[in-house]
């Protein structure tokens, strides 16, 4: 069992940065790829970025490719999401997950991949 706690969201400007972070409990955390995903409102959860397990592959869908960048501290059980120059669009509910792998280059696109997820931090991008 995983149990994943997001922090860092809020208001920021447009061009603004923030970091999500995201802790994982548990003695395993080595064995999950890890992987944001956002949901506005009244759309569907979508995914933002990816890692692999040793951190050495990662993920990003276009929208945020250039802009956000994912990074994981095995040592401190956290994976992270750097936000840069932000944008309104890019106000969602932000939620990390954890997909057991067994390689250790794997990162997964797909939410049905993922085993746990966390219960979102709000990110709120104003124009």
């Known amino acids: 069992q995983v149990q994943l706690v997001e922090s860092g969201g809020g208001l920021v400007q447009a061009g603004g940065s923030l970091r999500l972070s995201c802790a994982a409990s548990?003695?395993?955390?080595?064995?999950?790829?890890m992987g944001w995903f956002r949901q506005a409102p009244g759309q569907e959860r979508e995914f933002v970025a990816a890692?692999?397990?040793?951190?050495?592959?990662?993920a990003y869908a276009d929208s945020v490719k250039g802009r956000f960048t994912i990074s994981r501290d095995n040592a401190k059980n956290t994976v992270y999401l750097q936000m840069n120059s932000l944008k309104p669009e890019d106000t969602a509910v932000y939620y990390c997950a954890a997909g057991r792998t067994a390689y250790t280059n794997t990162y997964y696109y797909t939410s049905n991949k993922y085993d746990y997820w966390g219960q979102g931090t709000q990110v709120t991008v104003s124009s």
């Open positions: 890692i692999s397990r040793s951190g050495g592959s990662t």
């Open positions: 548990g003695r395993t955390f080595s064995s999950y790829a």
